[in-house]
């Protein structure tokens, strides 16, 4: 079953909590093609409210549960190895489209939507909007994707020309952009982005990845804005970084043991190309 509460819109703070939604005749069916009794649970912070309703659900079915306490950024953010020590025989991902392919235990990712309706927050700017140009990529995180395909139809309506870009190497729905990956918004030919979702952190890196326009469209809200100055601005903020790095002598190189971001390889090619111009 599908469970869902739609009741407390009203409550714009509390928005978030009434309106995601668990399919939890599939998280059965991902434990139930394991044989295991201990199932471990990862979940990031916009979901932690939904902790006790899980495990509420896993052990009336008969399965130990066990939690994974520290925060989960993302697809490649996956605790495989701390379950398993923790004794979990396997790991259900919440929140997130499956990326990673091997794991020190099974893992299995469970997508969880957003029923919030996207053209409303999209509607009240059409005026603005045309001011960018008609050919337009949209592009959202994977709570938001179900909903792409109805801000197309309704930009088509008004005249515009609207993409959805193919799944990328890392994401497994058409439109659908993570801090990684923004392959989806790489549209020949389009004159601008539409971001639909919360938070600046991914039109941000759109804007950075495709030197677009990047408008950014709170589904919550219902504002949308432009957000070039603030592209700018962290631009701006980068290059005066490397500009007082070029006097230093001494670097650091940091290196992420998560799965999914452990990159040894681009690191020691970054080692290299500092000894190569004499730095420590």
């Known amino acids: 079953m599908v469970l869902s509460h739609a009741a407390g819109r009203k409550q714009q703070s509390n928005r978030c909590a009434f309106m995601l939604t668990i399919d939890y005749d599939e998280v059965l069916s991902l434990v139930r093609a394991h044989d295991v009794t201990v199932v471990g649970v990862q979940l990031p912070a916009g979901l932690r409210r939904k902790a006790g309703e899980i495990a509420a659900f896993l052990e009336g079915h008969g399965y130990e549960v066990i939690f994974s306490g520290d925060p989960s950024y993302g697809a490649c953010d996956v605790a495989d190895r701390d379950m398993a020590e923790a004794g979990a025989e396997m790991l259900l991902h919440f929140g997130h489209s499956p990326m990673l392919t091997s794991a020190e235990i099974p893992v299995a990712y469970v997508e969880v939507q957003d029923d919030i309706p996207l ?162």
């Open 119 to 280: 053209v409303p927050a999209v509607a009240p700017h059409v005026d603005v909007l045309r001011k960018y140009g008609t050919s337009v990529a949209l592009v959202t995180t994977v709570q938001h994707v179900r909903g792409l395909p109805d801000v197309a139809s309704f930009l088509s309506s008004q005249g515009f020309d609207p993409f959805i870009g193919s799944p990328g190497s890392r994401v497994a729905h058409g439109g659908q952009v993570l801090g990684c990956s923004f392959e989806a918004a790489r549209i020949p030919g389009a004159h601008f982005c539409l971001y639909l979702g919360t938070g600046y952190f991914h039109p941000v890196g759109i804007a950075l990845a495709t030197d677009l326009p990047v408008l950014y469209c709170n589904p919550y809200t219902g504002e949308c804005n432009d957000i070039s100055a603030l592209k700018d601005k962290i631009v701006r903020k980068r290059y005066a970084v490397m500009v007082s790095a070029e006097s230093c002598e001494r670097f650091g190189i940091l290196v992420s043991t998560k799965p999914g971001q452990y990159r040894r390889e681009e690191a020691q090619e970054i080692q290299n190309l500092l000894r190569s111009h004499k730095k420590k």
